[in-house]
């Protein structure tokens, strides 16, 4: 499993050019499924997302979890994170989850990070998706269950 985080002030996500949700101060994950995930993996991404130390404290430094600023969350499905371009031009999309097993890991990953965080807003599953943010910062984190970085 793979995830981008971004510390963001504000998210608002379009579907047919019609608002579909937002969210205000937080962080905006883009989440991707590989064939290979199960229920470690879905945790152990969300266990760092939910206590990623990323938000300044009173002293500037940055010392607080998205949880600890009670702050939002919007999870956007984004199975080309597990797109491959080492060989030729156009990415190669094979270790990414079929849609079936994608959409039921991240339905379930919604539901774990709710446990936690307040309030959680998503995309639409497969959905071609317009994403305005602002970035705050700018702090953006990878993160892949594999520990390959």
Avoid: C, H
């Avoid at 981008?4 to 205000?24: F, T």
């Avoid at 905006?28 to 229920?39: P, R, T, Y």
């Avoid at 939910?50 to 999870?75: A, P, Q, T, Y």
């Amino acid at each position: 499993m793979r995830a981008i985080i971004q510390r963001v002030k504000w998210v608002k996500l379009n579907i047919d050019s019609n608002l579909y949700s937002e969210i205000n101060n937080g962080l905006l994950v883009f989440l991707g499924v590989s064939e290979d995930d199960n229920i470690t993996d879905l945790n152990y991404i969300k266990n760092k997302i939910v206590g990623l130390r990323i938000f300044e404290d009173s002293n500037d430094k940055m010392n607080l979890s998205v949880k600890d600023v009670k702050g939002e969350v919007m999870v956007v499905s984004q199975f080309t994170l597990f797109g491959d371009a080492r060989k030729g031009n156009r990415p190669n999309f094979m270790r990414a989850a079929k849609q079936e097993k994608a959409e039921k890991i991240y339905n379930q990953f919604v539901e774990e990070i709710k446990k936690d965080i307040d309030i959680v807003k998503t995309g639409v599953f497969g959905a071609d998706m317009k994403i305005e943010l602002l970035n705050d910062g700018p702090v953006t984190i990878q993160l892949d269950s594999e520990k390959l970085y």
